[in-house]
């Protein structure tokens, strides 16, 4: 998993509420059996036409958008537990996430795959919203060290779990750590 | 202070506690399918990582199956490919694989059950949101992503915080026509699609413990869709009579013993919820969704509420409804009966009794798609198949067909489909289709009349 410590980016925004994750990444393009080219059909139908034609008001295809920070609306990746959907915003590029809220196994799968989903208050979302629309080459910073995410004038430090952080800035994934647990594991089924 | 049935059951799988950080959880059981489990799989090959507990998996094929000709190869190449590279992992891993139609095939969260897999006290894992369907027999079972599918491959333990605990009590006595489905599409409309999120949920009141376990199914199934991990019910003799007798569950002094067990799981009377609602059963009627998440739901005789909303407003341009407006006698052309929801014989033999000596109304098309082979042969067994023919419905055969149609089972562009699944997200029936979930009673009722009608009326 690559490392995260901070970042300095320009940002996307997406005012939509519960965007869930058929939205992000639809059934369709669940076929595959590898993690690639999730990226190319990323909010899919949004972003497109039945026919095919792009649709120019989706904030994604605004060319004054852009950046690997996607601002998104309250309750982001509920539904279905498809890591595509992270593989899928990974793989366009998006390296953080912000929202008001997010569901609990789309924010692990981010995790599980070096993005950062950042849960800031209704108040910093709307107005962080307000600013990239008003000035869309608006630099955002995270710093997830210090684990702030700050622009212009508006600052908010946010949560994150002591162990997912160390695992993100060094990029280590659970897997390692469990089997670094076998003997406890192994101790366990033992008492079964 | 006393303990919660959530509280006993994680606490007895808990390997360790990380100084500030998650728990080491035990998974007793881990279901596979096709659609989310080949990167796990490389993943651990390309990592040289053998698979644990080959023993504690069972895999079945079920998203990304046709409904229509299961005999013959499947005909989309990514879908035989997928389908495929299950059988062959799970030949390589020796894990036991229920493939296309093996006799005790079909959707992964109805077959569990009916093999006697899922038992009270365990818990259970699935790359699939719908595995809380499972907390019906007093489990601790939560969809997880392909990096834990992973992880649960590589050790049979997860990295977890525990969630916090919420109770939802359902007490009185529902009226005629209110169904399981109906309870919880209720319960959702009221506290929110995101009134769960960082939960497991118990389920309590008399109304649960009358329930059949496949009405507890179909309440715990739709937990997820209020954001909750999971959902559970405590056990009690309607889920030992269950669990009793079934391929894979203990059986003589075994079972009794665990009946013993199982019998000290429920929540002590003491015990403290983080969050905790109540609900009147009396207040509870027959449900239907008007929007694009499952929290979108009024009573079938009620309209669509106002609010000023982009969001919401977005979600009615998207179904092409409006505020305040009634959806009886709205015409549907598409009905499903199916899914992890509501495919279990109960829903059909609550159909059949409905259809019984009617006919299909002649603009719906309607697929009727039992939850597994075994569901499928108990229709045939009990006449039902009978019911549906002479009424003008065929039945397909089982999986997750309509309800992501990753299959070829898709409702076209703009138009309805009344849906005894789950989810009503935009495009989850297909690119442009607009779902309407409700119970299967009336769905079986709108494929009769071929509009929407107030089931209410014709329970009296």
């Known amino acids: 998993m690559e490392k995260f410590k901070q970042l300095i980016s320009t940002a996307v925004p997406l005012e939509t509420e ?36 792009v649709n120019e008001s989706f904030p994604l295809n605004q060319s004054i958008y852009g950046g690997s920070i996607l601002v998104a609306g309250n309750n982001f990746g509920c539904g279905s537990s498809r890591e595509h959907a992270a593989w899928a915003l990974a793989g366009y590029g998006f390296k953080v996430i912000v929202s008001s809220f997010f569901a609990d196994i789309f924010k692990g799968n981010a995790l599980n795959n070096g993005v950062l989903p950042i849960q800031v208050s209704e108040v910093f979302l709307k107005d962080l919203l307000g600013k990239i629309q008003a000035d ?57 | 202070m006393g303990k919660t049935l959530f509280d006993k059951v994680w606490d007895a799988h808990v390997v360790d506690v990380i100084e500030n950080g998650p728990q080491i959880l035990y998974i007793d059981k881990h279901l596979i ?68 139609g093996h006799e005790n095939n079909g959707i992964v969260h109805v077959i569990a059950p009916e093999l006697g897999f899922t038992q009270p006290g365990m818990t259970m894992v699935c790359g699939d949101s719908h595995t809380s ?124 013993q665990k009946v013993a067990e199982w019998k000290t799981l429920p929540t002590d009377a003491d015990a403290v919820f983080d969050q905790e609602y109540s609900i009147n059963a ?11 998440n499952p929290g979108m739901g009024i009573k079938i005789s009620e309209k669509i509420p106002e609010i000023a909303d982009v969001s919401f407003e977005k979600s009615l341009a998207y179904m092409n409804f409006n505020k305040g407006e009634s959806l009886i006698h709205k015409a549907i052309n598409y009905v499903f009966i199916g899914s992890c929801t509501n495919s279990r014989i109960e829903d059909f033999r609550i159909a059949a009794a409905f259809v019984k000596g009617k006919k299909k109304a002649h603009n719906v ?56 699944s789950n989810r009503n997200f935009e495009g989850r029936q297909g690119q442009g289709a607009r779902t309407i979930l409700a119970s299967p009673l009336v769905a079986a009722a709108t494929a009769i009349e071929g509009r929407i009608v107030d089931i209410t009326k014709y329970m009296n």
């Open chain 2, 33 to 100: 399918h096709e659609v989310t489990s080949p990167q796990a799989f490389n993943e651990l090959e390309s990592r040289g990582i053998p698979v644990a507990r080959p023993d504690k998996i069972v895999a079945t094929a079920d998203h990304n199956t046709p409904t229509l000709n299961q005999h013959l190869p499947v005909k989309d190449e990514l879908s035989r490919n997928q389908l495929e590279q299950l059988t062959k992992n799970c030949a390589k891993n020796k894990i036991t694989l229920y493939g296309l």
């Open chain 2, 365 to 420: 098309i309607a697929w009727l798609v039992p939850g597994s082979q075994k569901v499928a042969k108990q229709i045939e067994a009990e006449g039902l198949k009978t019911i549906f023919e002479t009424a003008g419905f065929t039945l397909r055969q089982p999986g997750c067909s309509a309800c992501l149609a990753m299959n070829d089972d898709k409702i076209p562009e703009g138009e309805y489909c009344v849906s005894t």
């Open chain 2, 133 to 256: 369907t499972h907390g019906a027999f007093g489990t601790i079972a939560f969809g997880i992503g392909t990096s834990q599918v992973a992880q649960v491959f590589a050790s049979q333990c997860l990295l977890l915080e525990k969630p916090k605990s919420l109770r939802v009590n359902v007490n009185g006595k529902l009226a005629k026509g209110v169904l399981p489905k109906d309870v919880i599409l209720y319960i959702i409309s009221k506290l929110g699609t995101n009134s769960g999120t960082g939960y497991f949920c118990e389920y309590a009141g008399n109304v649960f413990e009358e329930m059949s376990m496949e009405g507890r199914m179909t309440v715990c199934n739709m937990s997820i869709e209020m954001g909750a991990r999971g959902g559970m019910i405590a056990p009690d003799e309607t889920t030992f009579e269950y669990v009793k007798g079934r391929e894979f569950a203990p059986k003589g002094a075994a079972f009794d």
């Open chain 1, 136 to 192: 869309p080459t608006l630099e955002i910073s995270v710093d997830l060290e210090n684990q702030y995410i700050s622009y212009s004038n508006g600052k908010e430090t946010f949560e994150i779990d002591a162990y997912k952080k160390v695992c993100l800035i060094n990029g280590y994934d659970d897997i390692d750590f469990l089997i670094s647990k076998k003997d406890k594991i192994n101790a366990f089924e033992a008492t079964q």
């Open chain 1, 18 to 53: 519960n965007v869930d994750t058929d939205q992000i990444i639809p059934a369709r393009f669940l076929k595959a059996t590898d993690k690639l080219g999730f990226g190319d059909n990323v909010f899919r139908d949004w972003r497109f036409h039945k026919d095919g034609s």
């Open chain 2, 282 to 292: 009396e207040d509870i009627g027959p449900m239907i969704t008007y929007g694009t």
